[in-house]
């Protein structure tokens, strides 16, 4: 069992996102913590991102008394050791035991770790806590990585064709329509009415004001 638990440290700190996190984990986690059903949620910033088992309810973390532990304590924890057995029965008919844990970034609670075992299946036990613990503290670490990375640059949200680009840096160089028709080998007419489209796409009506405009926009998306 050491093997895949290290295996599962090794697949969480290959990940170059936290999409990839499900699928890189597909292959060890559930055979390691022996269970039918797991996932992954994350919560933080309405993202709800989920790439989980969405039946799992230890997900619900208001409404769930495992989820509350979890949302409270930011410690890993299993039905066991919140509620009877008879009133976990009564609360979920659909999976026996469930075990979550938290993922924790910057001091708050950003996801947890879900499991869940079907009805027959063995109870989660301390070594299954404590194999919990251990990876939500590689998860949580990856995540704080992840997050501090500096995010790529906006992608430039122009109403302008590539053509249409073109015409408007020869323009912003000062190019009039039969130079920049000469140079894109287009009619110097064809040069004219593209502006004309470009004018209105922008909502502008002179050259200099659209070369402004592009300008800003530029400026502001760096």
């Known amino acids: 069992m050491t093997n895949t638990l290290h295996a599962i440290f090794e ?12 699928q890189a984990l597909t292959d060890t986690i559930g055979e390691h913590f022996g269970v039918q059903h797991w996932g992954i949620s994350f919560l933080d910033h309405g993202l709800l991102t989920e790439i989980e088992i969405p039946e799992i309810p230890a997900v619900c973390l208001e409404a769930n008394p495992v989820g509350s532990y979890v949302l409270e304590r930011h410690a890993p924890t299993h039905e066991q050791l919140v509620l009877s057995p008879e009133d976990w029965k009564n609360f979920c ?3 026996e035991h469930v075990m979550t ?3 924790v970034c910057d001091g708050k609670l950003v996801g947890t770790l879900n499991f869940a075992r079907d009805p027959g299946s063995p109870s989660f036990n ?10 939500c503290i590689h998860l949580s670490a990856k995540i704080a990585t992840l997050r501090s990375q500096p995010k790529p640059p906006k992608p430039i949200d122009l109403p302008l064709t590539p053509r249409e680009l073109e015409i408007a840096e020869l323009v912003a160089q000062g190019l009039t329509n039969g130079e920049i028709g000469t140079q894109l080998w287009i009619t110097q007419n064809t040069v004219k009415q593209a502006l004309k489209r470009m004018f209105k796409k922008l909502g502008v009506s002179a050259r200099a004001e659209m070369v402004a405009k592009l300008q800003s926009q530029l400026i502001r998306d760096v």
């Open 126 to 135: 301390n070594n299954d806590l404590a194999d919990l613990s251990a990876v």
């Open 93 to 95: 008919t659909r999976h």
């Open 11 to 22: 697949a969480i700190a290959n990940v170059d996102t936290e999409q990839e996190l499900k």
């Open 101 to 103: 844990g938290p993922i």
